[in-house]
């Protein structure tokens, strides 16, 4: 059973320039939720997927953008990049109608660094 | 708002005895707790979680977590120590946005 996985792995980029990040869920699984750990920091929530549809999102500029297919894979959008974009992405899949009970399973990463 | 505290950077073991991580929550309402732990360069794996029932959570790894209502603390032990559970590890308790909401983190070191 497949886990979580992500793409790519590492990511260079500069100011200004656009990113797209990947995700696929776990078998089974509906909900995918991105976060953003910055260097020496807790990973931080920047929206959660259901349904193809935001549901939920954090404290993160419009720049941040999602998306989720009918497959429930995901994909992660960052515009006009900055240096503090300049992260570990994280992208964790979770089944909705367990409610709040939920464990979230996170994949590998995606490293980006911004110059 | 929800929120967890680790009050420890680092924690420092020897190899054999036992580990505690600590991690204090702060939310309204019935708490849902998690841990995970990360490797460097690599993702969270969840360790174990608490939802309702005992207040002793067993999990992967030989980990267990104590829940304390009172003193609102959520602390992951481990009975005897390995090198290899160096790591970082995060308590995270769950927000009201169904997202988790995680501490800084507790670097543990256990030396051979």
């Known amino acids: 059973d497949a886990g979580v996985t992500q793409s790519p792995t590492h990511l260079i980029k500069t100011r200004g320039q656009q990113v797209t990040l990947r995700c696929s869920p776990k078998?089974?699984?509906?909900?995918v939720s991105w976060y953003q750990q910055a260097l020496g920091q807790g990973p931080q929530f920047i929206f959660q997927y259901y349904e193809e549809e935001e549901r939920q999102r954090g404290n993160f500029p419009d720049r941040f953008s999602g998306h989720q297919f009918p497959n429930y894979s995901s994909e992660l959008n960052v515009n006009a990049l900055l240096l503090g974009d300049s992260a570990l992405y994280l992208c964790?899949?979770?089944?909705?109608?367990?409610?709040?009970?939920?464990?979230?399973?996170f994949g590998p990463g995606t490293r980006l660094t911004v110059l | 708002a929800q929120s967890v505290a680790q009050p420890e950077d680092q924690v420092n073991v020897a190899e054999g005895n036992p580990l505690t991580v600590k991690c204090t929550y702060s939310v309204s309402g019935n708490p849902y707790l998690f841990w995970y732990v990360q490797y460097p360069n690599r993702g969270l794996q969840f360790l174990l979680k608490y939802i309702t029932g005992d207040n002793l959570v067993k999990g992967s790894y030989g980990f267990e977590a104590e829940f304390n209502k009172s003193q609102t603390s959520f602390h992951l032990k481990k009975p005897s120590a390995l090198v290899s559970d160096s790591a970082l590890y995060f308590c995270a308790v769950r927000g009201s946005q169904g997202n988790l909401i995680f501490g800084k983190g507790t670097k543990l070191s256990v030396k051979p």
């Open positions: 964790a899949s979770s089944i909705l109608t367990s409610g709040r009970r939920d464990t979230q399973y």
């Open positions: 078998s089974g699984h509906d909900t």
